[in-house]
T-cell receptor, first 113, second 116 residues
Framework: GDSVTQMEGPVTLSEEAFLTINCTYT??????LFWYVQYPGEGLQLLLK?????DKGSNKGFEATYRKETTSFHLEKGSVQVSDSAVYFC????????????FGTGTQLKVEL | GAVVSQHPSRVICKSGTSVKIECRSL??????MFWYRQFPKQSLMLMAT?????????EQGVEKDKFLINHASLTLSTLTVTSAHPEDSSFYIC????????????FGEGSRLTVL
């Protein structure tokens, strides 16, 4: 079945450092890919998404490119801020599957001054 | 963005009792809501899809008599864990869908259930 694997955390970075959180997936067909972010005490929020190969999703300085050849959707940000500290979830949605998402385990990011 | 609220955020109960968790869409109507559970250091696992006015659709391996879902209005879905046992202790999360089948999902903040 479908699955999502993302790097274990926590990831601890200094402010202004470069961020990469790896995400790879296993799925049949052509799924949509998502990154969700969960700030402390809040629900998951959609950060960005890509619906087809080579699409790049971007939002708030974060980017991820849908790479079908490597089945990856790595999240990157050039310069993190303390306010980016949160848990990040990679997810896939099966083509035609509506909103039934398969999630990764989440990666906690801590950004320090 | 739209707001989804869960209540309670934390609940502790004795083994054998039933616990109800509410999921409300505060500023929009949601014909479809989803319920997930998350064990420590594991993924969110979809438990069931809740449709307003009809029976929920459960994922394989989820006991429908154990996890009762009611979606009686366009802004409220409830999950009742019946005869709870310690192995039911988990983090339960709901999401609500705006618009049609591919509409954006908005998530509640989650409810942590601890069964003693």
């Amino acid at each position: 079945g479908d699955s999502v694997t993302q790097m274990e955390g926590p990831v601890t970075l200094s402010e202004e450092a470069f961020l990469t959180i790896n995400c790879t997936y296993t799925a049949t067909g052509y799924p949509s890919l998502f990154w969700y972010v969960q700030y402390p005490g809040e629900g998951l929020q959609l950060l960005l998404k890509a619906t087809k190969a080579d699409d790049k999703g971007s939002n708030k300085g974060f980017e991820a490119t849908y790479r079908k050849e490597t089945t990856s959707f790595h999240l990157e940000k050039g310069s993190v801020q303390v306010s980016d500290s949160a848990v990040y979830f990679c997810a896939l949605g099966k083509a035609g599957g509506g909103n039934k998402l398969t999630f990764g385990t989440g990666t906690q990011l801590k950004v320090e001054l | 963005g739209a707001v989804v609220s869960q209540h309670p955020s934390r609940v502790i109960c004795k083994s054998g009792t039933s616990v109800k968790i509410e999921c409300r869409s505060l500023d929009f109507q949601a014909t479809t809501m989803f319920w997930y559970r998350q064990f420590p250091k594991q993924s969110l696992m979809l438990m069931a899809t809740s449709n307003e006015g009809s029976k929920a659709t459960y994922e394989q391996g989820v006991e429908k008599d154990k996890f009762l879902i009611n979606h009686a209005s366009l802004t409220l879905s409830t999950l009742t864990v019946t005869s709870a046992h310690p192995e039911d202790s988990s983090f339960y999360i709901c999401s609500a869908q705006v618009g049609g089948n591919t509409g954006e999902l908005f998530f509640g903040e989650g409810s942590r259930l601890t069964v003693l």
